[in-house]
């Protein structure tokens, strides 16, 4: 092993100039950082940390981390706002991640407060019940949390219904009989909403365009009797005009009165053919 000398720092100061001591006389350069620094101290256990642990102790320390991720940040919002690979944040959020998700998981037993009180029903019983009724699938639905200011819970609720993403946020207390959970958004009051079982309003089906009036042609061709096509299918004919009444017999005003005959005299006939 060859052994260097300390020749002095750098311009910048962060890199120490050593030489060493054959007659080659090469130079080196030496990066001060925490574990150089660790190692001058004699601290064993810093200096054995790797590389990674200490730049990002140097950008983020894992308390700091650990903070945020348990505030609600993700490790790829972190690792971006840091400017550091995502493995570097994650071996420090993994625990947080954890306890997370464990918290989500105990606001699913809680029970929904309702106005009259809490629900009998659990949130996720709740909340199942709600998405089947609405034809949605129950298992595609993703459960999260996150510690507030306050130190309390928000729990988030996300599913997706046709292409659009849905979230509803509750106000997790940790309590006796798993404790109970409040709506904070109106997704959320919808989903433990007591009448939810309610039918929704039906949709109107769109009808289907044709693009070829031959189909709708033959169809009428089809539904209407033959006669009555070939009947609606022609011009139609002007009805002839009614012909005129014959005009009344006009009577003559010299007609003369009638003569009765011989034997009517005799026999007392009227010309009409009634006896007087």
Known sequence: MRELR?????????????????????MFSLRVDDRLRAAMRGDKVAS????????????????????????????????????????????????????RARAAELATAAHPVLADGPSVL??????TQAIVARGLDPDSIAWDAWRN????????????????????HFRYSPGAHGGTVSASDDAARQLINPDFARPLRPVAAVPHLFDHHEADEAQEAHDVPAAAHEQFSRPAEPAPAP????????????ARATVPAWEDVLLGVRSSGTQP
């Open 122 to 127: 659990t949130l996720l019983e709740t909340v």
């Open 6 to 26: 300390v020749v002095g720092l750098n311009v910048d100061g962060r890199r120490i100039i050593c030489e060493s001591d054959d007659s080659a006389k090469d």
């Open 243 to 254: 012909a005129p009444a014959p005009p009344a017999p006009k009577r003559s005003r010299k």
């Open 149 to 168: 200011e306050d130190s309390r819970w928000t729990v988030q609720l996300a599913w997706k219904a046709g292409r659009s993403d849905n979230v509803a």
């Open 48 to 99: 054995n940390q790797t590389e990674i642990d200490a730049e990002v102790q140097n950008v983020l320390r894992p308390k700091e981390i650990q903070a945020k991720i348990r505030a609600g940040a993700s490790v790829e919002q972190l690792a971006a706002a840091a400017g550091v690979p995502v493995e570097r944040v994650e071996r420090f959020a993994h625990p947080v991640l954890l306890e």
